[in-house]
């Protein structure tokens, strides 16, 4: 499936969007899945569900971004996950990014409090979860043993296939520009 970046009226109307399962949410780098999930979570609360999860929206300075927040979705808590420079803390070093291991560890706590909510969310599950076994490992543990109603997942696309393979079935929704933006 495909869909634009906000949530269309259509998809919200759509009866198996909260319905039991996993949904992998995907598109390219900037697109817009982490604001496309905040709607999605701030849609579920609104109709009363509970959620839980995490998110992690870009630090942004001038436009650019410089850094990644973790958010715990349930209580809109957040820490500065990782950004570009080796500041204290921030030494979990993965390509351009320098992450902070007692945020990884808080944000595990997060997913292994999150079995009760209706609807969970793991933005994002990416090479260091999938090919280092290091990061978001309780979100994966929670994954694979299906602790969960209603989850979805943010992965870039070049994880989709390993990800598909290894979370049958799963629900593919792919976010692209919107040609009325």
Not at 33 to 40: E, F, R, V
Not at 60 to 83: F, H, P
Not at 133 to 143: H, T
Request: charged content about 20%.
């Amino acid at each position: 499936m495909q869909h634009s970046r906000s949530i269309p009226a259509s998809l919200l109307d759509y009866p198996q969007l909260f319905s039991p399962g996993l949904t992998l949410i995907t598109g390219p780098s900037g697109i817009g899945k982490t604001s496309w999930c905040a709607s999605l979570m701030a849609y579920a609360a609104q109709s009363g569900l509970t959620t839980g999860g995490i998110s992690c929206p870009p630090q942004l300075e001038d436009g650019i971004k410089t850094g990644i927040w973790l958010v715990d979705v349930r209580t809109d808590e957040r820490r500065l996950l990782g950004s570009h420079s080796a500041s204290s803390g921030h030494s979990l070093r993965v390509g351009r990014w320098h992450f902070d291991p007692q945020v990884i560890d808080w944000a595990n706590a997060i997913l292994k409090s999150a079995t009760e909510c209706d609807i969970l969310l793991i933005d994002e599950i990416g090479p260091l979860e999938l090919t280092q076994g290091a990061g978001f490992q309780s979100g994966i543990d929670l994954l694979d043993r299906k602790q969960y109603r209603s989850a979805f997942v943010v992965i870039r696309p070049s994880l989709l296939a390993e990800a598909q393979s290894r979370w049958t079935p799963a629900r593919v929704f792919n976010i692209i520009e919107d040609a009325h933006d």
